[in-house]
């Protein structure tokens, strides 16, 4: 990471503190934790005022985490997949939050209905998930702002500091252009999203680079000119093809869902494409449609496929609950910015463990496991300096082996 060494001390701290506090994680909360309980305005300048961008640090982590995770799913097995997962998020403030510039009222899909669109005063970002094999992890994210809010931005910038306005395409796409010149030659390269990315420009992006796309779409799509949902009532008497999939919760059934399935051209695409109709029941009035540009799949094998997107929310799940992607108090974008890359490194560092767990042992854990090891590692740490005046360092070992026996996160 190209950050003076000052630089990477205050970053160390920051990540360290956001594992272990389970407050607000603003950063006058996060430097109470520090040992001396340093100024938080130093915390504070480290993201307002420190001459480093965002990129200094996403640019070396991405670089780093797609080689190291590479080279972990080769020992484990050669001929494995790229699944490549988009999706946006909305996180929430106060809505008395005025002065945060990169927060603003935003269109909230999933509260909205067709009689009432919901805005929410919060931010909005757009994430990459790239899964190598077993080993998943956050490729990186990037805020949007509305036109609106850029234009009004700028009205306060000076010309050399202006904001450009950026669709959440031209975020997923400049990702994704960075994710080509990382990606070896020679495997087969999925790219998932639903039905808000379905875009022409966006399924032609992928298919010049040689990746097949399984995606969501909405009903009113066209398949050999004809809607989805036509042809949902044109296939009415053909039979159901059943599908069960793979649990996310170890602990329900597996979920099995009706399907059906033709193919043909997508509108404004010249490629053939799969298209299936899932009903989670026969008489479900209300279907989920996909497409696939790969014809040798099955239908199971698509939807399987498509399952995997489910990772993206559970990143959004550990960003904005455990890990403070919300918390920020800053007022510039460029150090909301700096934050968000900061809270990333923090999450791929779990992952990172997390991987090397499972490369290891082949044992399937959860990134929460992770988070109550680091805080228990600080607590062995603690222990050594408190026993350290009255015994050798050899029975302190002792002694931390025989209390941690089981498992780390068995008993936290």
């Known amino acids: 990471i190209a950050l003076y060494q000052p630089q990477i001390r205050h970053l160390i701290q920051l990540v360290d503190a956001l594992l272990v506090s389970n407050e607000?994680?603003?950063?006058?909360?996060?430097?109470?934790?520090?040992?001396?309980?340093?100024?938080?305005?130093?915390?504070?300048?480290?993201?307002?005022?420190?001459?480093?961008?965002?990129?200094?640090?996403?640019?070396?982590?991405?670089?780093w985490m797609v080689k190291t995770v590479l080279e972990l799913a080769s020992q484990v097995n050669t001929a494995f997949e790229f699944f490549i997962s988009i999706d946006d998020s909305l996180g929430k403030k106060g809505k008395a939050t005025r002065h945060l510039e990169a927060v603003d009222h935003q269109h909230n899909h999933t509260e909205s209905s067709r009689k009432k669109q919901v805005y929410t005063n919060g931010f909005v970002y757009v994430e990459v998930h790239l899964q190598i094999g077993p080993f998943g992890f956050l490729f990186d994210t990037r805020l949007y702002l509305r036109e609106k809010t850029v234009r009004r931005l700028n009205r306060k910038r000076s010309p050399e500091r202006r904001l450009r306005f950026r669709t959440k395409y031209a975020l997923a796409r400049e990702m994704l252009v960075e994710l080509t010149t990382l990606l070896p030659k020679g495997h087969q390269v999925y790219v998932l999203f639903d039905s808000w990315y379905a875009s022409k420009k966006l399924i032609n992006?992928?298919?010049?680079?040689?990746?097949?796309?399984?995606?969501?779409?909405?009903?009113?799509?066209?398949?050999?000119?004809?809607?989805?949902?036509?042809?949902?009532?044109?296939?009415?008497?053909?039979?159901?093809?059943?599908?069960?999939?793979?649990?996310?919760?170890?602990?329900?059934?597996?979920?099995?869902?009706?399907t059906r399935s033709i193919q043909g051209y997508l509108e404004d695409f010249v490629e053939p494409v799969h298209a299936i109709i899932s009903k989670t029941r026969p008489g479900d009035k209300f279907p989920k449609y996909f497409v696939c540009t790969d014809l040798s799949?099955?239908?199971?094998?698509?939807?399987?496929?498509y399952q995997k997107r489910w990772s993206v929310e559970v990143d959004?799940?550990?960003?904005?609950?455990?890990?403070?992607?919300?918390?920020?108090?800053?007022?510039?974008?460029?150090?909301?910015?700096?934050?968000f890359a900061v809270v990333v490194l923090a999450i791929n560092y779990l992952?990172?463990?997390?991987?090397?767990?499972?490369?290891?042992?082949?044992?399937?854990?959860?990134?929460?496991?992770?988070?109550?090891?680091?805080?228990?590692?600080?607590?062995?740490?603690?222990?050594?300096?408190?026993?350290?005046?009255?015994?050798?360092?050899?029975?302190?070992?002792?002694?931390?082996?025989?209390?941690?026996?089981?498992?780390?996160?068995?008993?936290?």
């Open 351 to 412: 992952q990172y463990r997390m991987a090397l767990a499972y490369s290891s042992s082949s044992s399937r854990t959860i990134l929460a496991d992770f988070i109550r090891l680091h805080r228990l590692e600080h607590f062995q740490n603690l222990m050594r300096s408190v026993l350290r005046p009255y015994a050798e360092p050899k029975q302190i070992e002792t002694c931390l082996q025989e209390v941690y026996s089981v498992s780390p996160w068995a008993i936290v």
């Open 316 to 339: 959004n799940l550990y960003l904005k609950n455990a890990l403070g992607l919300g918390d920020f108090r800053l007022r510039s974008f460029e150090a909301t910015q700096k934050w």
């Open 24 to 63: 607000t994680k603003t950063i006058s909360g996060l430097y109470r934790l520090l040992k001396g309980q340093p100024d938080p305005k130093s915390g504070a300048d480290f993201f307002r005022v420190s001459p480093w961008q965002a990129e200094d640090i996403g640019s070396a982590r991405n670089r």
């Open 205 to 258: 992006f992928c298919r010049r680079q040689r990746w097949h796309v399984i995606c969501a779409i909405k009903s009113n799509r066209l398949i050999n000119k004809v809607g989805m949902s036509q042809h949902n009532q044109t296939l009415r008497h053909r039979p159901y093809e059943r599908i069960t999939l793979e649990a996310v919760d170890k602990h329900r059934k597996p979920p099995r869902y009706y």
């Open 297 to 305: 799949l099955s239908v199971q094998q698509v939807l399987r496929s």
